[in-house]
C-alpha cells in the first residue's frame, strides 16, 4: 500500500509564504499522480492541485491559480506546494493525495497522509 507523509505546515502571516512536502513509500501505482486537498473546520475537503507523475500536466483550484505552484522530485518520491501571498481563507489541515491519475485524483482518492495545518495570521 501507499504511504504518505506531510510536512511544512505551520503558522504564518498573511501574505507570507510556505512550503509544504509529502514523501511517498509503498508500492501501489508505478507511475501515480499525486496532489494536495484541504480542509477548514465545518467546510467540506476540496482540491487544491495535481501533478502527473511525468510533470507533463498541473491542475490548481481557482482559488489558488497563480499563488500556489505543484511540484515533484520522482527520484526523492516527494511532492511539494509551494504557498505564496497566503490569505487567512487559505487556513485549513492540508492533506496529501495519490491516485491512478490527474483526472482521477482532483475528484478525491483512496490514498490519504495524515494531514499538516496550515494557519495565517490577518
Known amino acids: 500500500q501507499v504511504q504518505l507523509v506531510e510536512s511544512g505546515g505551520g503558522l504564518v502571516q498573511a501574505g507570507g509564504s510556505l512550503r509544504l512536502s509529502c514523501a511517498a513509500s509503498g508500492r501501489i501505482f508505478n507511475r501515480y499522480a499525486m496532489g494536495w486537498f484541504r480542509q477548514a473546520p465545518g467546510l467540506e475537503r476540496e482540491f487544491v492541485a495535481a501533478?502527473?507523475?511525468?510533470?507533463?500536466?498541473?491542475y490548481y483550484a481557482d482559488s489558488v491559480k497563480g499563488r500556489f505552484t505543484i511540484s515533484r522530485d520522482n527520484a526523492k518520491n516527494t511532492v511539494y506546494l509551494q504557498m505564496n501571498s497566503l490569505r487567512p481563507e487559505d487556513t485549513a489541515v492540508y492533506y496529501c493525495?495519490?491516485?491512478?491519475?490527474?483526472?482521477?485524483?482532483?475528484?478525491?482518492?483512496?490514498?490519504w497522509g495524515r494531514g499538516t495545518q496550515v494557519t495565517v495570521s490577518s
Open positions: 501533478i502527473s507523475w511525468s510533470e507533463s500536466s498541473t
Open positions: 493525495a495519490a491516485e491512478a491519475s490527474v483526472l482521477r485524483l482532483v475528484r478525491g482518492s483512496n490514498y
